[in-house]
């Protein structure tokens, strides 16, 4: 199990991997913004968190159809079906190294967008946080997404059609936790532990339905 | 606008929408049927498949 | 083992065969039951006067509810046939949640724009950011990708199987959706929107709302029946169609099987 966390490690930070894809692209998400919305910095700092959780959703979604179609091309995936370890351990595991890899560099990178977008620490720090404790969550509806579209030649999009809905809670919880800590009245806990729930509930359904995907996409 | 072309507006879409359903769902039912008409009176049968020497489809 | 048996007699029993059989026998009625319903339902809805405060547009709920909550029933359908599909393989559920599909998103979007009529004249907005209309667009989406998720692959047991795990993790996520749109929409509750009424729904219009929901429940199993015959019509005339084509591929074959 270790030695697959590394391997999709490398796999990941390795020439053409998703990894730096997927942070660039954050940035350009979120510094395009304000050629849309205007250099307005009151109302910059005022969306803030809501742009670069959005440019996190969207950049999350975008490494998600490699996650195991390479695996399909080059046959591993068949060894990984035939194991004696449970399917859904070796999804698990497959899932967190997907995170590191993708999901890690846009949590590192929020900080920076969050400077360029105006936000003052405390929301630069909360945003940070919801990231951080969301994005796996994201990884993990993904998974199913990208398990179910495995044999789809060109299933990216449809991945992300797929996959966004269920996302919506993620990003309702992330936004609402990001905003209650700099916003007075409105407590940081709650949404924040019901992100916590939503994560570690997904951590269990997704790698559950992503393994029983897999076994029904091959035959 | 007053209430009535809301309504009317409404009922209209929510039948439309209906219609258009029964249509597509009858429509696809007669085409359907008219295949396999065409095929059985190709002699292509559902039964020969089960068979295990299909002497129907020499002829 | 005699579970086995009794599974196997089950599925005997809802072959497709069977199903057409029953189907063709059921239809007519149901139909004919659809029709007075919504000629009963129609009249009743069109007879009763309007409410105090919400003046007539409170007849467009007859339209808009019923068609709301077939948009939940039919995943729930849909969701009880993807079991059926998993657990039991069973070809009859295959079917099943993927005509269940199109009717589902048909009806959401009645409850759309029947909604977002009804919000014009009562918000003065087509479309407010409202809890339930979110909730429901969201849904909306969820048909329209399962939709296309079918539509995508060609093997039509593999397409079902894969839809039915992605059918299963939305039903089990739709609560969760559900009470993350609540949430949401109380933090962000513009000042302006009327709350609805609730649950205190005067009698009058009860009875013509239950008479619209049924006529709109029979027409969802009316169509939903046929098409699940059209689709098992669909796959024999395929499969009969490859079985022809491979007779018409045996012929030239068969000089090579006397050759050897």
Redesign the interface.
Same mark, same amino acid.
């Given at each position: 199990m270790a030695a697959l966390l590394l391997r999709d490690l490398k796999l990941s930070v390795r020439a053409g991997g998703g990894a730096l894809i997927g942070v660039l692209f954050f940035i350009t998400v979120v510094a395009v913004i304000p050629f849309g919305v205007g250099p307005d910095l009151n109302l910059l700092s005022r969306i803030g968190p809501a742009i670069v959780w959005i440019g996190a959703l969207l950049s999350a979604l975008l490494g998600l159809d490699r996650m195991f179609q390479t695996e399909r091309e080059d046959g591993s995936l068949d060894l990984m079906l035939m194991q004696e370890h449970p399917l859904v351990l070796t999804v698990l595991v497959k899932c967190l190294a997907h995170w590191i890899g993708n999901g890690l560099p846009l949590v590192i990178a929020s900080p920076l967008l969050g400077l360029f977008m105006n936000m003052d620490e405390v929301a630069i720090g909360a945003t940070m946080l919801t990231l951080l404790v969301g994005t796996p969550a994201l990884t993990f509806i993904g998974a199913v997404g990208a398990a179910v579209a495995v044999t789809l030649p060109r299933g990216g999009l449809l991945v992300s059609i797929l996959v966004l809905p269920l996302a919506v809670p993620v990003l309702i919880f992330g936004v609402s936790a990001s905003y209650a800590a700099v916003e007075d009245p409105a407590p940081f806990l709650p949404p924040f532990l019901i992100l916590v729930a939503i994560t570690m509930f997904f951590a269990v359904l997704g790698p559950l339905g992503a393994a029983l995907a897999l076994r029904n996409a091959d035959d | %606008?007053s209430?009535?072309f809301?309504?009317a %507006?409404?009922?209209g879409?929510?039948g439309l929408?209906?219609l258009?359903?029964?249509g597509w769902?009858?429509l696809?039912?007669r085409a359907?049927?008219r295949?396999?008409a065409q095929?059985e009176a190709?002699g292509?049968r559902?039964r020969?498949?089960t068979s295990p020497a299909?002497e129907g489809?020499?002829a | 083992m005699s579970e086995s048996l009794a599974i196997t007699k089950l599925s005997d029993l809802a072959n497709p065969t069977r199903f057409l059989g029953l189907a063709s026998r059921v239809l007519p009625w149901l139909s004919a039951v659809t029709a007075i319903l919504f000629a009963a339902g129609l009249y009743l809805s069109f007879a009763g006067e309007g409410d105090y405060q919400q003046? #007539?547009?409170v $007849?467009?709920m007859y339209?808009?509810v019923p &068609?709301a909550w077939l948009s939940m029933m039919c995943y729930t359908v849909m969701a009880l046939s993807a079991i059926g599909t998993l657990v039991w393989r069973h070809p009859l559920a295959d079917v099943a949640h993927k005509t269940a599909a !199109? =009717?589902g998103a &048909?009806f959401t =979007?009645?409850a759309l &724009?029947?909604g977002s =009529?009804?919000g014009? !004249?009562m918000w003065g907005t087509w479309w407010v950011w409202d809890a339930r209309l979110t909730s429901v667009f969201v849904l909306f989406l969820m048909y329209l990708g399962l939709i296309a998720l079918n539509r995508a692959m060609d093997d039509p047991g593999k397409a079902a199987r894969l839809c039915a795990i992605l059918i299963l993790v939305g039903f089990v996520n739709i609560p969760i959706i559900k009470f993350s749109v609540d949430w949401w929409n109380t933090l962000h509750q513009p000042a302006s929107v009327i709350r609805m009424g609730g649950s205190s729904i005067d009698g009058s219009f009860l009875r013509p709302l239950l008479v619209m929901a049924l006529a709109f429940t029979m #027409?969802f199993f009316t #169509?939903h029946i046929? *098409?699940m $015959?059209?689709e098992i019509? $669909?796959r024999?005339?395929s *499969?009969?169609?490859r +079985?022809?084509a491979r +007779? &018409?591929g045996?012929?030239p074959g068969l000089t090579t099987e006397m050759s050897t």
């Open positions: - | %606008m209430h009535t809301y309504i %507006m409404s009922y879409i929510a929408v209906s258009c359903l029964i769902v009858w696809d039912g359907r049927r295949e396999l095929l190709a292509i559902r020969s498949a299909p489809g020499k | 003046g #007539l547009t $007849r467009i339209v808009h &068609a !199109p =009717l &048909a =979007l009645i &724009a029947t =009529l009804w014009k !004249p #027409l #169509l046929a *098409a $015959r059209n019509w $669909r024999r005339v *499969a009969q169609r +079985m022809a +007779m &018409a045996d012929k």
